[in-house]
């Protein structure tokens, strides 16, 4: 089993920047591809953006520009740096992680989300 544990959302005026950390501990044997999802009330789960462990990422168009993800593959640690924020950006986000168990199968880890609430 894989745990995830996210931290950094709260509150932010419009403009304002926050940067989420997600920390993956447990029986990892290898992290792949990770990534940030977010989901507003009423609305679905969507992309926010995602790394692989080589470092290629892969971002929603609408916060190209604005936020960026990176990984410390050494701390098994994925961040998201959101700048500019837009009350649009208002959601749930939650972490998600790939890794390759020592089975050689693949699982998929999903983090307990965290509020970001952008207004003034």
């Known amino acids: 089993q894989v745990q995830l544990v996210e931290s950094g959302g709260g509150l932010v005026q419009p403009g304002g920047s926050l940067r989420l950390s997600c920390a993956a501990s447990g029986s990892i044997f290898r992290l792949n591809a990770m990534g940030w999802y977010r989901q507003a009330p009423g609305k679905q789960r969507d992309l926010v953006a995602a790394?692989?462990?080589?470092?290629?990422?892969n971002y929603a168009d609408s916060v190209k520009g604005r936020f960026t993800i990176s990984r410390d593959n050494a701390k098994n640690t994925v961040y998201l740096q959101m700048n500019s924020l837009k009350p649009e950006d208002t959601a749930v986000y939650y972490c998600?992680?790939?890794?390759?168990?020592?089975?050689?199968?693949?699982?998929?880890?999903w983090g307990q989300g965290t509020q970001v609430t952008v207004s003034s």
């Open positions: 790394i692989t462990r080589g470092g290629s990422t």
């Open positions: 998600n992680v790939d890794t390759t168990g020592r089975n050689n199968f693949k699982y998929n880890y």
